[in-house]
């Protein structure tokens, strides 16, 4: 059996046609017209292994859908919409999108982007198959009662013994940075590699994405420590002393 797909909108065509090309791609696609409508598919058969929404949803605040799915599950969520405001892509990044694809768009589009988005590291735990070697660990923060780690290869970040719930890009971020400890990464750069087959939207889309890590991961996201913003150039990790 394939991946399991959920595209959720009201607009039939775009989903019939998302529908025959992911099929094509080996996905097992369920559809849901509205919002309301996906999360109760989503309480009575569990969570697909990624989502498309359509930015158009009479029935249901597509925001709020995406957030409600966002505070159970990390499933890939790509939104697509025929808006180009800068203000709506924030808003589903900033609710828990991990991109975003305006129309109109090319369906091999949405089929890169899911692929380089479930190509990247189970989130929350470590791998399934054994390893030969200690998985690496990274400290992010050397407070002693709870100090931040990060496992790259084992997709998980923990403060303390408590995991740390990232989603897919958010933790690509993280990684991205934690390789270039001390070195200032610009937002295009991280735009390319962590949505790994390039996005050539809005730059400011990755402070969204950043601004979201550091309520996660920083102690005071307002005096954030450990991604650190370099004004008019981009963003760095600082190490611990």
């Known amino acids: 059996m394939g991946a ?4 959720v909108g009201d607009d ?5 046609a998302l529908r025959a090309a992911m099929e094509e791609e080996g996905y097992e696609v369920a559809e849901a017209d509205a919002g309301e409508a996906a999360l109760e598919r989503l309480r009575s058969h569990g969570a697909p292994d990624a989502m498309v929404v359509d930015l158009l949803d009479g ?11 966002r505070r159970a599950h990390e499933v890939p969520i790509i939104v697509v919409s025929a808006s180009t405001d800068t203000h709506d892509v924030v808003a589903a990044l900033e609710a828990g ?5 305006t129309k109109p768009f090319e369906i091999k589009e949405i089929s890169a982007r899911m692929r380089a988005l479930r ?14 070697a200690p998985l690496t660990e990274i400290l992010l923060d050397a407070d002693e ?3 931040l780690v990060l496992s790259p290869e084992g997709g998980a970040v923990r403060r303390g013994e408590e995991p740390i719930p990232l989603t897919i890009t958010e933790f690509r971020l993280l990684c991205e940075l934690a390789a270039n400890p001390g070195r200032v990464l610009t937002r295009a750069v991280l735009l390319e590699r ?19 890590l550091r309520t996660k991961i920083e102690t005071d996201p307002s005096d954030p420590r450990i991604v650190v913003t370099v004004r008019g150039l981009g963003y760095r990790l600082d190490m611990p002393r």
Request: charged share 35%.
């Open 59 to 69: 029935e249901m605040d597509v925001f709020t859908c995406i957030r409600e799915v």
């Open 145 to 147: 009662a709870a100090p």
């Open 97 to 101: 999108a991990d991109d975003f694809v």
């Open 194 to 212: 962590a949505w790994d087959e390039g996005f050539f939207g809005d730059e400011r889309l990755v402070d969204v994405h950043v601004r979201r």
């Open 119 to 132: 190509r990247r590291p189970h989130l929350g735990g470590l791998p399934d198959e054994p390893v030969d």
């Open 12 to 16: 039939y065509g775009v989903r019939g």
């Open 4 to 7: 399991s797909l959920m595209i």
